[in-house]
């Protein structure tokens, strides 16, 4: 997918407007923010007041917003791009890495701004492992089952540290395990849905913050502040990466893989770390699956799809198999361009999001109509991407 070469078809400027004085005016204006931020005591003055949101959310910007052109100049020097071919959208080669300056916005705030609990420690190393992986495929281009092996590892590691689902009722043998071998597999499934919609410009950092901002109210309806402050930490780092990529014209830098499995699992983590109801499993389930619906259903309806059509036969065809099958390749084939089909994506996810927020007090019936509603959403997608499917693409 990387080439660690430098074989774009228009090559980038040389130039990367770190070192004409007349350019660092804006970069010093960030550095001068982020500073403030660093340097303002709100979180302690102000923690009753609900301010400590707004503050990690803008210390997270800022801390991206300064970093991401850092990391621009060096994927340009160390030539870390990603290459236009025949199943991507973009024309233009594109510096990735901006992964590093997301998970660096995210990792400063947290040491900064918390005191570290078991469970925090587990998503910290997890999600560490997981950027240490996704940089070496963009460098190196890595084969699929080393991917896959990796994530299980950071799985692995944030299950030792207490981050485990409870969802296997304690009457079923094996219950334990059973629990372990369902963490893996939502750790897996959620990093790598996200990954699969890393896409189109904007589309995977700007579910990163919509899905981030519905956990936070989440938390906040389950009295879970910790959570809540947590989820702003990786919004603000997904809003200070976004100007440089969904922008008007072409991205400047792309997550990379290593940006895209970062959010995946930290969003994994959160919904994991979360009580998110009281003696009700199916809802405790049900709200971060709705949450994430867009990039759950996605890897399910594409997975199902590529098995059903006879495009992949076994594990590995299918761990190897690229293709423009997703979600947002669907809606360009309709017919509507990239930032339309961005645009219709985020408002399917806020749609999912808002109906995961009324399970909290929902009685049965509200709850069984709360998820056909959601049915329904999600069938409508399934719907017109089989139209998309038979679309020639423009």
């Known amino acids: 997918m990387t080439q660690p070469g430098p074989v774009p078809l228009r090559p980038p400027p040389a130039r990367t407007g770190l070192a004409d004085p007349a350019s660092l005016a804006p970069h010093l204006?960030?550095?001068?923010?982020?500073?403030?931020?660093?340097?303002?005591?709100?979180?302690g003055r102000d923690h009753a007041a609900r301010?400590?949101?707004l503050y990690l959310v803008a210390l997270a910007f800022a801390v991206a917003l300064f970093a991401t052109p850092l990391v621009r100049a060096l994927a340009l020097r160390w030539a870390v791009l990603d290459v236009p071919s025949g199943r991507k959208v973009h024309d233009m080669a594109t510096p990735l890495l901006g992964g590093a300056a997301v998970y660096c916005a995210f990792a400063v705030t947290v040491l900064t701004s918390f005191d570290f609990s078991r469970p925090l420690k587990g998503v910290a190393v997890g999600a560490t492992l997981v950027v240490a992986i996704g940089i070496l495929d963009d460098v190196t281009d890595l084969r699929a089952s080393l991917k896959l092996l990796g994530h299980i590892g950071a799985a692995l590691v944030a299950i030792a540290y207490g981050v485990v689902l409870n969802i296997a009722p304690h009457w079923v043998p094996g219950f334990v395990w059973l629990n372990v071998a369902l963490t893996i597999l939502w750790f897996v499934t959620v990093t790598n849905a996200v990954q699969f919609l890393d896409g189109m410009d904007g589309l995977a950092g700007g579910l990163g913050v919509i899905a981030g901002v519905f956990f936070s109210i989440a938390a906040l309806q389950t009295e879970q502040r910790y959570l809540m402050y947590l989820?702003?930490?990786?919004?603000?780092?997904c809003l200070?990466?976004?100007?440089?990529?969904f922008r008007p014209g072409r991205a400047r830098i792309f997550l990379g893989d290593s940006g895209a499995t970062f959010i995946g699992f930290t969003l994994a983590g959160l919904a994991v770390m979360g009580e998110w109801a009281e003696d009700a499993p199916m809802i405790a389930l049900l709200t971060p699956a709705l949450i994430l619906g867009v990039p759950l259903f996605d890897i399910a309806f594409v997975g199902i799809a590529r098995i059903v059509t006879g495009k992949v036969h076994s594990l590995p065809e299918w761990l190897?198999?690229?293709?423009?099958?997703?979600?947002?390749?669907r809606f360009e084939q309709l017919g509507l361009t990239k930032r339309q089909s961005v645009l219709l994506i985020f408002f399917l996810a806020a749609t999912l999001g808002l109906s995961a927020l009324l399970l909290k007090d929902a009685t049965p019936r509200e709850a069984v109509l709360i998820l056909v509603q959601a049915a329904c959403v999600l069938a409508i997608v399934a719907v017109v991407e089989g139209v998309g499917r038979?679309?020639?693409r423009p």
Do not use: M, Q
């Open 51 to 53: 301010l400590p949101w």
């Open 240 to 245: 200070g990466f976004l100007p440089y990529n």
């Open 29 to 43: 204006a960030r550095l001068a923010l982020l500073g403030l931020l660093v340097l303002t005591p709100i979180w």
């Open 231 to 237: 989820s702003a930490a990786l919004v603000g780092a």
């Open 320 to 329: 190897a198999y690229t293709g423009r099958d997703h979600i947002h390749h």
């Open 390 to 392: 038979w679309r020639p």
